[in-house]
């Protein structure tokens, strides 16, 4: 029998006794982390009749997958298929397989209940031509990459300006706690409702929106501070409204133009524009208050945010479909290695989202992760400042090597993390081994902080516990793609809300706290959170997609 693309075989329990020609060669390419998932490559020779392909090419006609299954039966050991069930039963399972023909007409095949579908087809020229050289999906990472680079350039800003702005102002430690987390005010109300749009709307629209917003309230800040602190808190928490839907209408463009097998290592590239944002804007910003005092910060980076809108909106698409410059050899090969976007009148399917454990996991982690990173984020400088006696360049030098490490291991991290699942461990294994190092990492160096009394040392233990706290976004921030791609983000909305819930408890309970304590008990509580992120991530998650997802 011969299947067409999108043709339904027949039912498993009707199916005849064909054993496949003996050259069928079976080799197990990976293994979901669901016993009922299950993957195997097939190689046949030229003994099938030819068709036409979708893209006019040769190519031969792969049998429905339940005529190989005897043959596969006889080999006990690769346990990746179970004999039949008596006459009228209806297996379960779920599974993937993909036939790879010698023509180079790969297909994948799922079997879901009783029958089996063919679902994507890509000729291997087609891969070839999609993934050498510059491709248009490389530009989307870049401009993600550096909007996320301005986004953390703008956030760190106030954290060296600050150092000035206390003294002209005379601020307190807690006024400056306020101050810091004021951002995060409006950055908590975005989060979920950009990534609604940017999944109904697509992408463009709300990042280029967010970076346009943000840019113009940073560079409103210096006039706002002169009015008053209450105008100020309000343009920095305008400024949070913008920077707020980044992440989660970065996640929604690449979980549209990223296939699965770049996933790790393009998400870990734009997030590490944050670190390197945080390297630019830790670097040059003293040296722009030395200069031209500390107004200039805000002036000159608010205006890199409207030249960066301006080639976003010429050179940006929401997904490879509306692209017109891109091929179409890579908009066949995107397509079949992503998901489709999600229609306008579609339902969120807000009970089962809210209702999944694997999400709960996700959102616990996240509020443990970025307690400890957003105080790193925000008050590092002052801690060099006022624990280690630097002045304000000393503080932002030495602030920037940190985030420096963190830029080098993300990437290093997301490289391993998909090599890793090429290979053939299962994708859990990979997000909970990562998401771990990523937790306990900073964990173990921040406790050592306590002990340590010299700049160097305490420079070496911070670029350690960031360092390792990169590897993060390899497990817990590439999950959202894994277990609900259709909606990931709005997964990364709901998600980044606790974790922002997080920078503004935590950044304003440091100022509280080193009023009547001390940098250790700020450095205790965050390990806590690390420890408590371990556990839960390590007995909840999973990178299974659900079924909602």
């Known amino acids: 029998m011969m299947l067409r693309p999108g043709q339904l075989g027949p039912p498993l329990i009707s199916r005849p006794t064909i054993h496949p020609p003996c050259h069928v060669r079976v080799q197990r390419i990976s293994t979901a982390a669901s016993t009922n998932t299950h993957s195997t490559r097939v190689a046949r020779s030229s003994a099938s009749a030819n068709v036409r392909s979708p ?14 299954r005897n043959r596969f039966q006889h080999h006990q050991h690769s346990q990746l298929y179970q004999r039949p069930t008596h006459l009228g039963a209806r297996p379960v399972s779920r599974r993937r397989h993909l036939i790879v023909t010698a023509s180079g007409f790969s297909t994948e095949y799922e079997e879901k209940d009783d029958r089996a579908k063919i679902v994507k087809a890509v000729p291997d020229e087609v891969v070839k031509e999609a993934t050498t050289g510059w491709q248009e999906r490389y530009t989307i990472v870049v401009l993600c990459f550096l909007a996320f680079l301005l986004c953390n350039m703008d956030r760190v800003n106030m954290s060296i300006a600050i150092i000035s702005m206390k003294d002209e102002f005379m601020w307190d430690t807690t006024t400056m706690g306020v101050v ?26 709300v990042l280029g929106f967010g970076v346009l917003w943000w840019s113009l309230a940073t560079a409103l800040t ?29 996640n929604s463009m690449l979980s549209r133009w990223v296939p699965r097998q770049e996933r790790s290592r393009s998400l870990s590239l734009v997030y590490s524009g944050m670190y390197t944002g945080s390297i630019t804007g830790l670097a040059f910003s003293p040296h722009f208050i030395e200069w031209w005092n500390w107004p200039s910060v805000f002036y000159i980076f608010g205006s890199l ?65 970025n307690w400890g990173t957003f105080i790193l984020l925000t008050w590092m400088p002052t801690y060099y400042n006022q624990v280690l006696g630097m002045n304000m360049q000393e503080s932002g030098f030495y602030s920037v090597l940190p985030w420096i490490t963190m830029a080098i291991t993300a990437n290093v991290g997301g490289w391993l993390a998909d090599k890793l699942i090429e290979s053939g461990v299962p994708t859990i294994k990979v997000r909970k081994g990562m998401q771990t190092v990523g937790f306990m990492g900073p964990a173990i160096f921040l406790t050592q902080l306590a002990n340590i009394s010299t700049p160097a040392a305490a420079v070496a233990c ?3 516990s960031q360092g390792l706290d990169a590897f993060s976004q390899s497990g817990l921030y590439s999950n959202h793609q894994d277990i609900g791609p259709k909606y990931s983000g709005i997964l990364l909305g709901i998600s980044n809300t606790a974790g922002v819930l997080a920078g503004v408890l935590g ?8 009023e009547t304590g001390s940098w250790d008990d700020v450095w205790a509580i965050a390990v806590a959170f690390y420890i408590v992120g371990t556990i839960v991530w390590n007995l909840f998650a999973t990178s299974e997609r659900q079924s909602w997802g």
């Open 55 to 68: 893209f006019g090419l040769k190519a031969l006609t792969p049998r429905p997958i339940h005529h190989f």
């Open 180 to 205: 810091q987390s004021s951002f995060f005010w409006g950055y908590l109300l975005t989060q979920i409702i950009g990534g609604v749009f940017a999944d109904k709307f697509g992408g463009k629209k």
């Open 222 to 250: 210096p006039l706002a501070a002169h009015a008053g602190l209450t105008t100020l808190l309000g343009a920095r928490a305008c400024m949070g409204i913008g920077e707020g839907v980044a992440m989660p209408a970065m």
């Open 305 to 369: 945010g409207t030249v960066w809108f301006g080639y976003w909106l010429y050179n940006a698409e929401s997904c490879p479909a509306e692209d017109p410059k891109m091929s179409e050899a890579e908009r066949t090969y995107i397509t079949a290695n992503t998901i489709e976007r999600r229609a306008q009148n579609d339902v969120i399917p807000w009970r089962q989202i809210m209702s999944s454990r694997a999400v709960w996991a996700i959102i616990i982690c996240h509020f443990c992760h």
């Open 462 to 464: 911070m670029c350690c």
């Open 507 to 514: 950044t304003f309970a440091t100022g509280k706290i080193l």
